[in-house]
């Protein structure tokens, strides 16, 4: 799969490269700090702190499980600097735990479907696009992209369910509420 993604060009490197920026840490960081500005400015507390919650604990476990798995790098060249180990992938964990996270408080905050559509496919597509990146400048393997996807996936259906919820009581059983109370 590897070999058939490994065609670079002088344009589709300068591409890539500007689309890998978009996921480096400092630069999703600045993106977090910029929309919880707006969100709290238009009263979203709720979503402010959905999406730091969201960036914070990808970010930690995505770390964790670095350390943890330590997966050298692909061997082939580089056409980006890359430090520490490859699995999961941090860039395409953030991104899915940022983009995504916009998506969903978009489709929350806004009422017309056009818009969430349009947001939707644009927060899937740079999620798409940065996982890509880092298979096509060579800092990844597939398996990589996909574990930092799952990973942010997970934590973001744990976060969205807590949040979202009713009285953030998430797994409502039922009749465990009143043999609790005998």
Not at 50 to 74: A, D, M, Y
Not at 95 to 102: C, E, N, Q, R
Request: aromatic residues 16%; glycine residues 6%; proline residues 2%.
């Amino acid at each position: 799969m590897i070999s058939e993604i490994y065609h670079h060009s002088a344009w589709s490197l300068k591409f890539f490269r500007g689309i890998t920026f978009l996921g480096n840490t400092d630069q999703t960081i600045a993106i977090v700090i910029i929309f919880t500005i707006i969100l709290l400015w238009k009263r979203y507390y709720y979503a402010a702190i959905f999406l730091i919650i969201n960036k914070i604990l990808v970010t930690s476990t995505n770390t964790i499980i670095k350390h943890l798995v330590e997966r050298e790098r692909p061997i082939h060249h580089h056409f980006v600097y890359a430090g520490g180990f490859s699995y999961p992938s941090g860039h395409s964990a953030s991104a899915f735990a940022l983009y995504i996270t916009l998506f969903i408080i978009a489709w929350f905050v806004f009422k017309n479907l056009k818009l969430r559509v349009l947001i939707g496919i644009s927060c899937l597509t740079m999620t798409l696009l940065i996982g890509y990146s880092r298979i096509f400048l060579g800092v990844h393997y597939p398996s990589d992209i996909i574990g930092g996807y799952l990973l942010a996936a997970t934590i973001l259906t744990f976060t969205t369910l807590f949040l979202f919820s009713q009285n953030l009581l998430v797994f409502k059983f039922k009749h465990i509420n009143e043999q609790c109370d005998k």
